[in-house]
């Protein structure tokens, strides 16, 4: 069965410094995994996926994110944080059937000025 | 570009009450997902249809019933309201059986509130 996990409910970086967000996640199966962003009562945008194609993702807003197998993990980074970043983000892994997508619990990303 | 369109945005409704959710996924998308996310909570995974079939269910209370239709929008009924259905719920559209591929498109949400 696959799993997400967050690693860090909440992070919080000076505007200007480099995000990191973790995610590591358990799967049978070579996983699809995507970041999903959520500002505060909006919906979710998908930020990025990686689907086996190449193994460093480049998403949107200058996000990516590096699928490594070895470690189980797709963490989400960007080089300098921007105040318009702070929201939820999530990492979601998609069940082998294709009939549901897995979230994790998020990670709510703080910006200090 | 066409989105996932989800109406209402908001309902409130009141204990007992009954509640419909529709979901009109993006044109030529076969596949409807169906999310709850209390508040502070990550989404959970409700119901899903592909080709108007059910496809898979997850945690979906026997209160709440759900379908897809001809021209694959969704309903998603909710009866007997309780005060623990307050959340937001997302409407996600994808493509086919390589739904990882393509991505999933979330819908902007209905707020529930119930009284």
């Known amino acids: 069965a696959q799993s997400v996990t967050q690693l860090d409910s909440h992070v919080s970086v000076s505007e200007g410094t480099p995000v990191l967000l973790r995610c590591n996640y358990s799967?049978?199966?070579?996983?699809?995994l995507f970041w999903y962003v959520q500002h505060p009562n909006k919906g979710l945008q998908l930020l990025l996926k990686y689907t086996s194609a190449a193994t460093l993702v480049k998403g949107i807003n200058g996000f990516e994110a590096e699928f490594k197998k070895s470690e189980t993990s797709f963490h989400l980074t960007k080089p300098s944080a921007h105040m318009s970043d702070a929201a939820e983000y999530f990492c979601?892994?998609?069940?082998?059937?294709?009939?549901?997508?897995?979230f994790g619990k998020g990670t709510r990303l703080h910006i200090l000025p | 570009a066409a989105g996932v369109i989800q109406s209402p945005r908001h309902l409130i409704k009141e204990k007992r009450e009954t509640a419909t959710l529709k979901c009109y996924p993006i044109p030529r998308h076969d596949t409807v997902y169906w999310y709850q996310q209390g508040p502070g909570q990550d989404p959970q995974f409700l119901i899903s249809f592909y080709e108007k079939m059910q496809s898979d269910k997850g945690s979906i209370p026997d209160r709440f019933s759900a379908q897809q239709f001809s021209d694959y929008h969704s309903e998603l009924n909710m009866s007997s309201l309780e005060l623990g259905d307050s959340a937001l719920y997302f409407c996600?559209?994808?493509?086919?059986?390589?739904?990882?591929?393509?991505?999933?498109?979330f819908g902007s949400g209905t707020r529930l509130t119930v009284v």
């Open positions: 996600a559209s994808s493509l086919g059986r390589d739904s990882r591929f393509y991505g999933y498109t």
């Open positions: 979601v892994v998609a069940t082998d059937r294709d009939d549901k997508i897995i």
């Open positions: 799967s049978s199966y070579s996983p699809s």
